[in-house]
């Protein structure tokens, strides 16, 4: 697994700091193999980027679905079990696109997300209007990111 951590000067993190709770997680959530084949940059940032959340997770290269590699963002001022609990959160968000479970698309003109596609191959489509206590894969990652972050 690659691991980089990005942030302009702050005096709550280190890098390795971060990047220790990001190991620690990976290790309960993800596969030997998966982890191994991931790429993460995890970027902390300041309360103006992310205004209406404590973190965010996708793909770097959002056109490459099968390339494991993933940005997660997360707000600089969050104390330390804010800090563990929404890398957690973010990193179970990872999951979910590295299994295919979660992918972003449109249907019928209107863009959204794709949840938990079956062998068939059939998703639930879910708009991106959709409040976000709503999102089925939100109510996984918090129930998740709780149990690990336990």
């Known amino acids: 697994m690659n691991v980089t951590v990005l942030q302009r000067m702050t005096e709550r993190w280190s890098n390795d700091q971060i990047e220790a709770v990001v190991r620690c997680h990976v290790a309960r ?3 030997t193999r998966m982890s191994n084949t991931l790429r993460l940059r995890v970027e902390v940032r300041s309360e103006a980027i992310l205004t209406d959340c404590r973190g965010t997770a996708k793909w770097t290269k959002i056109q ?8 997660i ?6 104390d330390g079990p804010e800090m563990d609990l929404t890398i957690a959160h ?6 979910q696109y590295a299994e295919g479970r979660l992918r972003h698309g449109g249907l019928a003109g209107e863009s959204g997300w794709f949840w ?10 879910y708009p991106y209007g959709l409040p976000w206590a709503d999102r089925p894969w939100e109510q996984e990652a918090c129930r998740i990111s709780k149990e ?3």
């Open 29 to 31: 959530l993800f596969s």
């Open 64 to 71: 490459d679905h099968s390339r494991k590699e993933y940005t």
């Open 73 to 78: 963002r997360v707000r600089k001022n969050l």
């Open 90 to 95: 973010e990193l179970v968000h990872v999951l």
């Open 116 to 125: 938990k596609p079956t062998r068939e191959g059939a998703a639930q489509f």
């Open 148 to 150: 690990v972050s336990a």
